[in-house]
């Protein structure tokens, strides 16, 4: 079954993603694009106990909010704006570099650290090792950006427009939970993939490739050698205006390992 973008209000959309995430396979939390399947919702990090019964309904992707609360699961590194530091902070067995240790008597192994896709809270930042961690935790992956891109299609783009109840988040005082901008949609079904919180993408380019749209303002603030393997977001943030779209890329001067960026992300299997 295909995509269908000709339909026109938020709840047909959303009803045609659910629709074809069931015949595709795809868990709830998630829309299908093709042969993959893409979390509704930029990706929030949380602290579960590794051996609760929440992180196999993380794993499935049929956790929900309200699963999460009522476990005692911890929302960590929440975005509220551009100054670090994000609370709560992250544990000290989650790295900046991603490189992890287990929880004692966790099984299998775990930090106990999770991404999660549900709609209605503030978005996480993560440096882009962590990310890609807190995704592999829970049985997925950061999206390519060639993925991202697909996705994204059909997300309207407000630019410098945003008037904060139907259009992307680009012109903001701060970040929306997730979901919440019902008209921020793309024609797959994912939410929020323009503004709100620029997402990683798996995709490192060598320093000084690439560096954003004609008239990005700038390029990070922490000089690395040239050559050097950068991250990459795309989408924009909240704070974009018109450098916010679905073809909006942003290569960091900030090494993979830092995380003083406001930047979220995305996981998708």
């Known amino acids: 079954m295909r995509a269908l973008p000709w339909l026109i209000t938020t709840g047909c959309v959303a009803m045609a993603s659910v629709a074809l ?4 396979g795809c868990p ?4 299908a694009v093709g042969p993959i399947c893409v979390d509704k919702y930029e990706a929030s990090i949380w602290q579960v106990s590794p051996n609760s019964s929440l992180v196999k309904k993380i794993q499935r992707g049929k956790v929900t909010l309200a699963d999460l609360t009522a476990g005692g699961a911890i929302q960590l590194s929440t975005i509220t704006g551009f100054s670090p530091p994000r609370l709560p902070l992250f544990p000290a067995n ?28 503030l978005p996480s930042n993560a440096t882009w090792y962590r ?3 807190a995704c592999a935790l829970s049985g997925r992956r950061l999206l390519t950006s060639e993925e991202w891109q697909r996705a994204a299609t059909g997300t309207p783009e407000p630019g410098n427009a945003d008037d904060g109840i139907a ?3 680009t012109m903001s005082a701060g970040p929306v939970r997730t979901g919440s901008r019902a008209s921020c949609v793309s024609a797959w079904g ?15 380019v060598p320093f000084g490739s690439l560096c954003g749209p004609p008239g990005w303002p700038g390029c990070g603030t922490t000089p690395v050698l040239p050559g050097t393997p ?17 073809l909006s890329f942003y290569s960091t ?10 930047f979220g992300f995305r996981c998708g299997r």
């Not at 995430?21 to 595709?24: E, I, P, S, V």
């Not at 950068?230 to 943030?237: E, T």
């Open 253 to 262: 001067t900030d090494p993979a390992d830092t995380g003083d960026q406001p």
């Open 230 to 246: 950068v991250p990459v977001s795309v989408g924009g943030g909240w704070w974009g205006g018109q450098f916010a779209s679905v």
């Open 190 to 204: 994912a939410f929020d993939m323009v503004g709100n919180a620029p997402e990683w993408v798996a995709d490192r």
């Open 131 to 133: 990310a890609a961690q």
């Open 167 to 169: 259009t992307c988040a």
């Open 28 to 31: 709830p939390d998630s829309v």
């Open 94 to 121: 989650f790295p900046p570099d991603g490189r992890w240790t287990p929880v004692p008597g966790s099984d299998p192994a775990s930090p106990g650290v999770y991404a999660v896709s549900v709609a209605g809270v």
């Open 21 to 24: 995430a069931a015949q595709t």
